[in-house]
């Protein structure tokens, strides 16, 4: 990725005190390690960055390099030490990441999209999900954020816990109306 600034990569005992850094015990250490790696790839590959396990090792090569000093200094939870590392390592190649938008849509395909969201929302979801998912996406803007709010509310839970609800939805409705829309271009 010629985005990224490159970095020497650690030596071998930088890296052996950043595991340890992590756990003394090497196999939790290794654990910890993959945890946080496969939080980074998601994250960074959601924010459409073409080679999220790059961008991870880099963030980890950083922590390598300055592990001295952490050792030293740092109080706290390392993966939240690498966790801000990436969030810089992201800032650095985020100005090469804009993506095309995609075409818009014309209206047979709309009407199509909508209908095999209907379908979906229809098959998969109570009707208190429907709902549920339908306000949530209903504003724009400072209305969405007070519907949002009021959502959580209603429901009892923090904004966090409404989009992870949210997210599970989308999560089952996704592959109903992707499955649609290819059965309708056949």
Not at 112 to 120: A, F, G, I, N
Not at 122 to 131: A, D, G, I, K, V
Not at 159 to 182: G, M, S, Y
């Amino acid at each position: 990725m010629s985005h990224i600034k490159k970095r020497a990569p650690p030596s071998k005992e930088a890296f052996d005190k950043l595991l340890m850094w992590f756990d003394p015990d090497r196999e939790k250490a290794a654990k910890k390690y993959q945890t946080i790696q496969f939080r980074l790839v998601r994250i960074f590959a959601a924010k459409g960055c073409p080679d999220p396990e790059e961008l991870v090792d880099e963030s980890f090569n950083v922590a390598a390099l300055k592990i001295d000093t952490l050792l030293e200094s740092y109080v706290g939870d390392p993966s939240l030490y690498i966790h801000g590392i990436a969030k810089k390592i992201f800032l650095e190649v985020k100005p090469g990441l804009i993506p095309n938008p995609p075409p818009i849509p014309d209206s047979i395909e709309l009407e199509q999209r909508s209908s095999c969201l209907d379908q979906c929302l229809e098959r998969l979801t109570t009707p208190e999900e429907r709902s549920l998912i339908l306000r949530y996406h209903a504003h724009e803007k400072q209305e969405k954020i007070r519907v949002r709010q009021q959502l959580a509310k209603e429901l009892g839970c923090t904004l966090n816990a409404l989009r992870i609800k949210v997210c599970h939805i989308q999560a089952r409705l996704r592959p109903c109306i992707q499955e649609c829309l290819w059965l309708l271009e056949e």
